[in-house]
């Protein structure tokens, strides 16, 4: 079984940065690992993904440009650093584990085996 937990949100102005963190406990983490987030009334949607070893990356249209994932392993840890926020990126940001190796990364929800409880990121205009 493997515990995700997300830290790091809060309030913060447009054009502003927030860095969230992921931490896993409970099996490896060696495995790829994706954020998304769910705004009031609207569907969870895929933001970010990293591969295993963090050799490939992949972002929602959204986010590009203004967002990065990254990962240490020996900390257990996944982060997205958000960078020039803007209102329409307030939401509950989830990080989830996909149990594979490989390069490929998946933006699809049904893929991801483990989820932490989110945390909440409102952005003021």
């Known amino acids: 079984q493997v515990q995700l937990v997300e830290s790091g949100g809060g309030l913060v102005q447009a054009g502003g940065s927030l860095r969230l963190s992921c931490a896993a406990s409970g099996r490896p983490f060696n495995y790829a690992m994706g954020w998304f987030r769910q705004a009031p009334g609207k569907e969870r949607d895929f933001v970010a993904a990293?591969?295993?070893?963090?050799?490939?990356?992949y972002y929602a249209d959204s986010v590009k440009g203004r967002f990065t994932i990254s990962r240490d392993n020996a900390k257990n840890t996944v982060y997205l650093q958000m960078n020039s926020l803007k209102p329409e990126d307030t939401a509950v940001y989830y990080c989830?584990?996909?149990?594979?190796?490989?390069?490929?990364?998946?933006?699809?929800?049904?893929?991801?085996?483990?989820w932490g409880q989110g945390t909440q990121v409102t952005v003021s205009s």
């Open positions: 989830a584990l996909d149990q594979v190796m490989g390069p490929n990364l998946s933006t699809r929800l049904p893929e991801y085996d483990y």
């Open positions: 990293i591969s295993w070893n963090g050799g490939t990356t």
